[in-house]
């Protein structure tokens, strides 16, 4: 098919609707004009665990404007988690105020609906309830003796790790840890819901819509056809809106009961309590290698928590399984139940803090082998992912750290740490693997050209979302590619659970997903009309032109694209190595990163602006779980205190260097047919590790413990 070069696959375009977000005019979930609407606002729990004695909401009932309040007492009956603990998926029902239990502290536990916004905040201040309060189980070190295997799965072994360790003759036994973080994304969480005759249309952020009419129809036992939720911006998610989380539910319920629509924000506070984060993870690294520096065992065992009635856990040791060769390797995940919301999916979730952890370790092994870290990553390599037991269907991680440690100028690294100065600054070297699995998912999509003279508009429709990564744009690029039509004439149209389905935004499998489905619409468009004409498949001819002979004016047709047999028989991965330049001031600790060099094997890169836009996103994301991010949990009470954006700091452009990024050329037909491999998650996997490499080279202090916060380098 010919291509437009201007504007086709692979060309660094702009964002088709970037104009649309910087003029105030692209509609996010909580701006869309919906007449007659009420505003909810949830009431948080104060107490970690207890039940409720009491709920006192007459004060708030009789308050100007007010509808309704929703507590335990009169909400409706839904359905709710079973007995066992259930895995938190992402078709998870989202019961609310089914009892007077409290698992952790802002469980909501009321709900007022109001004409006003303020007027509902203002009655949620009039609710007032007892608790029959009980010590919250906080701390993981007094609960060690609750920790448990959430399923088989957690677990792996190959080999013999006590035999791998005694073969080697340098050795290494560290713990890792890495703190509770939150998204917290610019979009706050909100919704406008509409229940209207048994049927529910709603304005919300969700990343996955497919999942998340699944779960709020369980939620309420209705078909999932009458769920229909509309998203077409979301001002970020990062795995917080992967889940549908309990403000639908509240939103649901009260518009159900007073049959008005009803719009709920979730408030930058209620964000800490109320729409997941990243669990807190502790990862003890065993590993022994022999003096050549070839790997002879790699253990990884992690503990953290979850809630008490829901489970979820981050796989950090899947990394361990796959990145490197060894013969010996084990690999554990431990959960210890406590009183603090559950933990969900923080953007890379495993490999971010599982890379940390394994990358640290294996620096750490390099010093002690006295090798090069990159000689020694390379001496370990390997092709096949020896946990899955399966080929990798492209693997150029030699590749990344060579022609990174060529970019960055690595040869100038001094390998004794302290030795490079700089006046009072204390320079350093590191670098760090990256990897994180580039899956790709069963991808419905429906195109309709039209011909207007000559030219031929296009327009393409799935349930895909976009959380700020480019969806629109990459979808664009790929109907122009496929139809070789120019992108102006591509009109994207996303956001909408009645569209053809897609699996949605989230586990870096967008982009590849999207796209191949695009793709293969507007190939089955062509193939339609040319067998109408009896033209061969391989002829050329312009998509304008066969409508024309078709004497059509307008045509449709629908694609699914799906993994093949190979793509089930190997594991597609994307890689990267990262090479990072730190300064310390030797006397107060504060350090500055002042560079970074990012190489990536990331298959096709559909546009290479939006492609940049995601690796420094991660990157900074990263360099976040270094220099400050960490949730702080008040030891007795089971409260956030980090709750605000004042407190719980995310680097911003300053904090940030000169970043290199650059990607490998790959033609991976295995991944999928258009050779696309994910890229949202990449670069927050393992960055942290490099910065804090970067930081041992500098100081010779080794911080296994993020963020590394100054005082811990004095
Ligand atoms: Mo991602 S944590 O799957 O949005």
Request: proline fraction near 4%.
């Amino acid at each position: 098919m010919k291509s437009i070069k201007a504007s086709g696959i692979g060309n660094p375009i702009d964002r088709i609707e970037g104009h649309l977000k910087v003029a105030g005019k692209a509609k996010y979930a909580s701006e869309f004009p919906v007449e007659n609407m009420v505003y909810a606002q949830g009431v948080n729990s104060t107490i970690a665990k207890g039940k409720i004695t009491s709920i006192d909401t007459s004060e708030a009932e009789k308050q100007n404007g007010v509808l309704a309040v929703i507590t335990y007492k009169n909400a409706e009956k839904l359905k709710n988690y079973p007995k066992d603990m259930t895995n938190f998926s992402l078709t998870t029902v989202a019961p609310v105020f089914q009892d007077r239990q409290v698992h952790y502290y802002g469980q909501y536990i009321a709900c007022v609906v109001a004409e006003t916004f303020e007027q509902a905040q203002y009655a949620c201040r009039l609710i007032k309830v007892t608790y029959e309060e009980e010590t919250p189980d906080i701390h993981l070190d007094k609960n060690r003796g609750k920790a448990y295997k959430p399923g088989e799965s957690a677990d792996f072994s190959r080999g013999d790790m006590d035999a791998g360790m005694r073969e080697a003759d340098v050795t290494l036994e560290q713990t890792y840890t890495t703190p509770i973080e939150h998204q917290q994304p610019m979009e706050l969480h909100a919704a406008i819901v509409n229940w209207n005759d048994g049927k529910v249309k709603m304005y919300a952020n969700q990343q996955i819509l497919n999942q998340a009419t699944t779960s709020i129809s369980e939620t309420f036992g209705i078909p999932k056809e009458d769920v229909q939720i509309i998203t077409p911006y979301i001002g970020g998610g990062f795995g917080s809106k992967l889940n549908v989380y309990k403000h639908i539910t509240m939103a649901t319920m009260a518009s159900k009961m007073i049959g008005r629509p009803v719009q709920i924000t979730v408030t930058r506070h209620q964000m800490f309590t109320n729409t997941g984060m990243r669990q807190f993870d502790e990862q003890e690294m065993r590993l022994g290698a022999k003096k050549d520096g070839s790997l002879t065992a790699l253990a990884h065992h992690t503990t953290s928590h979850t809630a008490k009635n829901l489970q979820y856990f981050e796989a950090c040791g899947n990394v361990s399984k796959m990145l490197y060769k060894t013969p010996n390797n084990a690999v554990t995940h431990r959960l210890i139940p406590l009183n603090i919301q559950c933990p969900s999916s923080m953007r890379a979730p495993g490999e971010a803090t599982g890379s940390f952890a394994l990358e640290s370790a294996m620096d750490e092994l390099a010093w002690k082998l006295k090798m090069d870290p990159i000689d020694f990553r390379i001496k370990n390599d390997t092709q096949v992912d020896m946990g899955a037991d399966k080929p990798f269907s492209s693997r150029l991680l030699i590749e990344c750290l060579r022609i990174g440690a060529d970019k960055f100028g690595w040869e100038n690294r001094k390998m004794q740490p302290g030795t490079n100065k700089k006046g009072n600054w204390l320079i350093g070297y590191g670098v760090s693997a990256a990897s994180r699995r580039a899956p790709y998912m069963k991808t419905s999509a429906k195109v309709v050209l039209e011909l207007n003279e000559a030219a031929v508009n296009a327009n393409i429709k799935m349930d895909a979302t976009d959380i700020g990564t480019g969806t629109y744009t990459i979808v664009a690029q790929t109907v122009s590619e496929y139809l070789g039509i120019p992108v102006e004439n591509v009109k994207v149209e996303i956001g909408d659970s009645e569209f053809p389905v897609t699996p949605g935004s989230g586990g870096s499998w967008g982009a590849a997903s999207y796209c191949n489905g695009a793709r293969k619409a507007c190939e089955n468009a062509i193939a339609k009309l040319k067998k109408k004409q009896n033209i061969t498949e391989s002829e050329e001819i312009e998509v304008a032109e066969l409508l024309q002979q078709n004497n059509l004016t307008t045509f449709e047709a629908e694609g699914t694209a799906e993994p093949s047999e190979e793509y089930k028989k190997h594991s597609v991965f994307s890689f990267g190595a990262n090479f990072t330049e730190v300064w310390v001031d030797k006397d107060t600790g504060m350090y500055r990163i002042k560079r970074m060099v990012n190489v990536g094997s990331a298959g096709k890169i559909l546009n290479p602006k939006t492609a940049y836009g995601q690796i420094i996103g991660g990157l900074t994301m990263g360099a976040g779980m270094v220099i400050a991010e960490r949730t702080q949990v008040e030891p007795n009470y089971g409260n956030f205190i980090t709750r605000t954006l004042a407190d719980y700091h995310v680097p911003v452009n300053l904090d940030m260097a000169n970043i290199d990024v650059v990607f490998l050329p790959e033609d991976d037909k295995i991944a999928n047919e258009m050779g696309v491999k994910g890229i949202g998650e990449l670069g927050i996997t393992s960055v942290a590790a490099s910065i804090a490499n970067a930081i041992f080279n500098a100081t010779g202090k080794r911080m296994r413990d993020l963020p590394i916060t100054p005082e811990k380098l004095i």
